[in-house]
């Protein structure tokens, strides 16, 4: 079966305890990215990875690191948490293909950083 | 730089009624723009794509949009409102060549009423 699997689905933390939320696909997708949504704002992306080894800045990438190692995985990682970090995670892959797009989105990760 | 305007955070119809969700980009290069749809308390789909093959675009479940460059707009429709379409929706914009950068709206809150 496709999918995207996020680990963990929920997570609660203290400021400045480091984490890493981890994205795996099982597609062997070229395009990984992540956003977080928060109410009133809806989603904005954070990073993307167009390959291995290669990532770009999305809209808010502060306050995160991001590494594409191995095609399959794509993990999130919060260095130093804040509270304004609380939010709810989305990773995602796609492939695209003579105009045609496929793209699967992870269940989300909601993370409460006190 | 890139950015998409939802007009109406929401939209309540009834059931069998027209359904029209707004959207404007702004991009500075030919888009590609995207209708995602998130139900309750899950993830994002792909509804539809824009790619300029064609500006009338078809995706799942009877939503199409269409995108009107004059205007820069790419809204979306459906004929007649189901109660399962309840949901909220998310218009996208990425630039095209090798920029991946993805911008969402705000989003768009449909609710359908019996």
């Known amino acids: 079966e496709a999918q995207v699997t996020q680990n963990p689905r929920y997570l609660i933390t203290v400021t400045g305890k480091k984490l890493t939320v981890t994205c795996s696909q099982n597609?062997?997708?070229?395009?990984m990215s992540w956003y977080r949504q928060d109410p009133g704002l809806g989603l904005r992306q954070i990073y993307y990875?167009?390959?291995?080894?290669?990532?770009d800045k999305g809209d808010v990438p502060e306050g995160y690191k991001v590494s594409r190692k191995e095609k399959r995985n794509f993990p999130l990682i919060l260095e130093s948490p804040s509270p304004n970090q609380t939010s709810l995670y989305f990773c995602?892959?796609?492939?695209?293909?003579?105009?045609?797009?496929?793209?699967?989105f992870g269940p989300g990760t909601r993370l409460l950083v006190l | 730089a890139q950015s998409v305007t939802q007009l109406g955070s929401h939209v309540s119809v009834s059931e069998g009624a027209l359904v029209l969700l707004r959207c404007n980009y702004s991009?500075?290069?030919?888009?590609?723009l995207f209708w995602y749809v998130q139900y309750p308390n899950q993830g994002l789909q792909l509804l539809l794509k824009?790619?300029?093959?064609?500006?009338l675009v078809k995706g799942i479940n009877g939503f199409e949009a269409e995108f009107k460059k004059s205007e820069t707009s790419f809204h979306l429709t459906k004929p007649s409102a189901h109660m399962s379409d309840a949901a909220e929706y998310f218009c996208?914009?990425?630039?095209?060549?090798?920029?991946?950068?993805?911008?969402f709206g705000k989003g768009t809150l449909l609710t359908v009423n019996p």
């Open positions: 995602a892959s796609s492939f695209s293909f003579g105009g045609q797009e496929t793209q699967y």
């Open positions: 597609m062997n997708h070229e395009y």
């Open positions: 990875s167009m390959n291995v080894e290669v990532t």
């Open positions: 991009s500075s290069v030919p888009p590609y």
């Open positions: 824009y790619t300029s093959a064609a500006t």
């Open positions: 996208a914009v990425r630039g095209g060549g090798s920029n991946y950068k993805l911008t």
